[in-house]
């Protein structure tokens, strides 16, 4: 029986690991964090992550906790409104429940917390066979996947050539327990826009309880540095003339909890894997925040997959699989990566115009 490695305990590394568990694979993940670390803020499950929970058998215990997104609202920052339309199998749901859920179906055995990646053991022939971490501890296994995220140094020890950049796009997301607030948006997201360009708030609710709020802009256009004041003062500066909910938001956020998210981007790689060590989700794509898909993507990378192992017999080389899963998705993530830099552009330049607009979101 084959052993799968899997670095990174994310929504890429669990939702590929369910698929191998089931096929009978003797599947680990070693996840850098311990179990109980912050699991994040809140993420915005797409039509196509919510096709693959759907798959999983997942779908009925996601809408427990997701919040569903009917209508989008876009409106300028002095209260005007640009459109409204209906949107369906969109979801606002927190990351830690994602990942609660995802877990659920794999036991306590499977996952090694505070286990970080440090680097493979090679044979002869250049493929790896184990995996030493940092705290000394050493797994052998049959193949390896990094699912190590955005910043994944998997990627890096397989493409040196290939590295992220940062982009001008930065975000400052913040979380509030409010029942109320989650009510009053009646499963509403709205994006908020300034007309001059390069600055806008979405917000949504991401649970009965919660409601998660980004504001997004062009960091050379603004200079601050990260902490509690000077992300409230900031926030308070830029944003005390906006329309609601905006106004409400800034009184009710608790912004030490805030989370500032430097955006990034990456070309293409030339494959998703060498040998025998495959990358999925962040770690093999990187998309502009716009497009939502890092979640999303993630979840059809470890079913993609899976499904490729599930599909071949066991004689099948695992490189003829990863290579497969290459042709599969390469194309999908293509369109994504793409797709993000045109409406990152468009944030980045548009002068917004009343009866001319673009508004640069995914939907
Ligand atoms: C702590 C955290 C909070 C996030 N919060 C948000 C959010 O609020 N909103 C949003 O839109 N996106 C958020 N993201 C990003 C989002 O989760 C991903 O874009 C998306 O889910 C893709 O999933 P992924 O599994 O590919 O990557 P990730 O979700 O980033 O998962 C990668 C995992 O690999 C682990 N890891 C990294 N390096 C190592 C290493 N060397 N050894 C072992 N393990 C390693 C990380 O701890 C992480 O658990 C967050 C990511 C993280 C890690």
Known sequence: MRKVIIIGGGAAGLSLAIGLKKIGMTVKIFEKREKNHNNGLALLLLPNGFEVLKKMGLDREILKKASPL??????YSNGKQIQSKPMSNLFGVKRSDVLEILRIELSNEDIFYEHEFSHFRFDEYGNAIAVQFTNGHLEKGDFFIGADGVHSIIRKSLFPNNTISKTNVTEIVSLIKAPDLSKKLDNT??????KAGARAVG??????????WFFQFDETMINFDQGCDDIRSFLIHQLSSWTSPVKELLIRTDFSKSYLWKTHDLNSLPAYHRKNIALIGDAAHVF???????LNAALEDGYCLANLFATRTPQTPVSKIFEMYFQQRNETAENYLEYGRELKNQFLETQYQIGEVTVPMAF
Not at 189 to 194: E, M
């Open 70 to 75: 009917c209508n989008f609202v876009s409106q």
């Open 203 to 212: 917000v949504l609710p991401c649970s009965p309880k919660d409601i998660v």
């Open 189 to 194: 997201f709205i994006k908020t826009i300034c």
């Open 288 to 294: 502009a925040t716009f497009t939502s898909q890092g």
